[in-house]
């Protein structure tokens, strides 16, 4: 995707990173061994805020995966980390 999509909000940036993120087997393992969540966990605890800033904060640890997620979702990584910061208490 080449188009910026500025609609999106930081928990909505989250979703797709974290759709982004499961595509691939072994970034899902990662994801979720860096994270410390478990699938379950993932699952139960997805809509809070928290969990959406360690999704964004798990991109931002490894730059390739932020600018690949950013590229695929239509926003810039800085916007992403910003994403991050909005969704930190």
């Known amino acids: 995707m080449h188009e910026t999509n500025d609609t999106l909000d930081a928990s909505a940036m989250a ?3 974290l759709a982004w ?3 691939e087997e072994s970034r899902a393992e990662r ?3 860096l994270t410390g969540l478990t699938p379950e966990g993932l699952r139960s605890s997805v809509m809070e805020r928290s969990t959406q800033a360690a999704i964004l904060s798990f ?3 490894y730059e390739p995966d932020l600018i690949a997620c950013a590229a695929v979702i239509g926003v810039s990584p800085a916007r992403l980390v910003q994403a991050r910061q909005e969704l930190e208490p």
């Open 59 to 61: 991109l931002e640890a």
């Open 15 to 17: 979703f797709q990173a």
């Open 21 to 23: 993120a499961l595509m």
């Open 31 to 33: 994801l979720l061994s």
